[in-house]
């Protein structure tokens, strides 16, 4: 094998190992970084492995020459010379493309394995809450949190006591609003706890997490109180119970209903009114 064929074999493995270790980064979940070398170290090995092989490998020009009737024995064993010659250059190409067909199912596997991330299959949730009731509201340090804690005009990220906080289900957003502001659904209207509403902090629309909050400086003038998410600008009523009432989100904002224990403080009542997260082919409108 000529050494401008072992260089091509060599990019074509290289790029083989990067996507395999992108395939690897995506399910160990390493960084972003790790994976955007990995998936761009892969392509440029491919890029050079494709100029290499058109400059050195692959014939420049093609040549049609006259040939005339084979009879003499001499040319006859040259042209059996010239096909088993090209029998081992058909072996090297042979490697050549299956380096080449090794290194495209790698990087086919490094595109199509992150179609993981576009949700859960079909009827499924996107993943259990680990709210119950009786479960203690606490704020990022683990201390308990109670209405006194969540301002009339802020708002307040809770978390279920003693859970993983990264969980998608755990965080939630805390809004206090006057009792005469309220118009929750019937079936909800003891969900709050002491004015305090709680909604998961993840929004219905792709997942980004819901961290603005709408409070009217100068009521006749202004909307009324709405959490926002700040990547597509989904805006939900926390007096109503979470409606959409902006933007591209297809439902309401889960709420968590809220309690008070014997202490004055904020404990879940249940679980989550609906499916949280983003609005998935699986997860039902609502």
């Not at 091509?8 to 980064?25: D, R, S």
């Not at 494709?50 to 040939?67: D, S």
């Not at 299956?98 to 993981?116: F, I, N």
Request: hydrophobic content about 40%; aromatic content about 6%; overall charge negative.
């Amino acid at each position: 094998m000529r050494p401008a064929e072992r260089a091509v074999l060599g990019l074509l493995g290289v790029a083989f190992a990067a996507a395999i270790t992108f395939i690897v980064a995506y399910a160990l979940e390493w960084s972003t970084q790790a994976l955007g070398l990995a998936l761009g170290g892969a392509l440029v090995a491919i890029a050079a492995a494709l100029i290499l092989a058109g400059k050195r490998v692959a014939p420049g020009e093609e040549v049609q020459e006259p040939r005339p009737q084979l009879a003499d024995p001499a040319q006859q064993r040259e042209l059996e010379a010239d096909v088993e010659r090209g029998g081992r250059g058909l072996s090297r190409r042979g490697v050549l493309l299956g380096g080449a067909a090794a290194t495209g199912t790698a990087l086919t596997g490094a595109l199509v394995v992150p179609v993981a991330s576009l949700g859960p299959k079909p009827g499924d949730r996107i993943g259990s809450s680990p709210w119950r009731a009786g479960t203690r509201v606490v704020d990022e340090k683990g201390g308990p949190l109670s209405p006194a804690d969540v301002e009339i005009g802020t708002f307040v990220t809770g978390f279920p006591e003693g859970a993983d906080q990264r969980e998608l289900g755990s965080p939630v957003v805390l809004v206090r609003l006057d009792q005469s502001d309220l118009d929750l659904p019937a079936e909800r209207s003891d969900w709050d706890g002491d004015g305090v509403l709680a909604f998961s902090k993840i929004c219905t629309h792709a997942g980004c997490t819901i961290n603005l909050y709408r409070f009217p400086t100068f009521p006749p003038q202004s909307p009324g109180p709405a959490l926002v998410c700040p990547c597509h600008y989904s805006t939900f009523d926390p007096a109503t119970g979470g409606n959409r009432i902006f933007g591209p989100a297809g439902r309401a904002l889960p709420q968590l209903p809220l309690d008070l224990d014997e202490a004055g403080r904020l404990i879940a009542a249940g679980d989550f009114s609906g499916p949280i997260g983003p609005s998935w082919w699986g997860v039902r409108k609502q």
